[in-house]
């Protein structure tokens, strides 16, 4: 068994990869890991697409604060 970053692990002999989310373990086949980075990858175009990241920076402090929202893409964006 390999660890990998994240606590992901990778077992060569059951042809397995986990990964550890907090309290829940998503476990993958080798096969079914490729179609799972695929449907991630094309969910996160279209929602990294969609966010906006404002900073604003206290005058007193000096301190960052980031606000992220998301907006609603159309519906051609996604099919």
């Known amino acids: 068994m390999t ?13 397995t990869i986990g990964i550890s989310l907090g309290p829940v373990t998503l476990n993958f086949t080798f096969e079914e890991w490729e179609s ?15 966010l906006q990241t404002s900073v604003h920076q206290c005058s007193t402090c000096g301190t960052l604060n980031s606000i992220v929202e998301y907006t609603e ?6 099919n």
């Open 36 to 50: 799972f980075v695929v449907m991630v990858d094309d969910i996160n175009a279209v929602f990294q697409s969609n």
């Open 3 to 15: 660890s990998l970053p994240h606590d992901a692990l990778v077992d060569d002999e059951g042809k």
């Open 73 to 78: 893409p159309e519906e051609d964006e996604f």
